[in-house]
């Protein structure tokens, strides 16, 4: 098994594909998957410091599209959930989403609750281009804020 792995690790830490694979962590971060992309974020910056709005803007892309990817896994489970899910908390909170509308994905940045969030919002058929819209603003926000205090933190 190492043996095939450890070439695969040696081609993604190239700087050439720095961004590749930034763009895969951050997809695959937005999904429910429990992985964070913002230490591969920080790593390619601080071994290529000139790459920073590029690395941003990739990484907010890759972000914003697991979160899409998060819309249509709710959109489609949106039948399945509806027969198992009728307690009092669960649609105070979806009452609650629904009156927010698309905005609620601005808060798709949030830890723990961002991606779930994004879901939900498929889930309840919320508008697909203006959640994907609110998304897209909130990680970038997100990134560009992370990442300027790290670097800020730990300049060398």
Partial sequence: MQAWMEPLLALLALPRFGLSTLFVAAFISATLLPIGSEPALFGLLKLN???FWPAIAVATLGNTLGGMVDWWMGYGAHQVADKYHRSRMHLKALDYLQRLGPKACLLSWLPIVGDP??????????PFWPCAGYMLVGKFLRYLCMTTVLLWMFPR
């Avoid at 994004?118 to 919320?126: H, K, M, Q, T």
């Fill in 49 to 51: 410091p000139e790459l």
């Fill in 117 to 126: 969030l994004c879901a939900v919002a498929g889930w309840l058929r919320l």
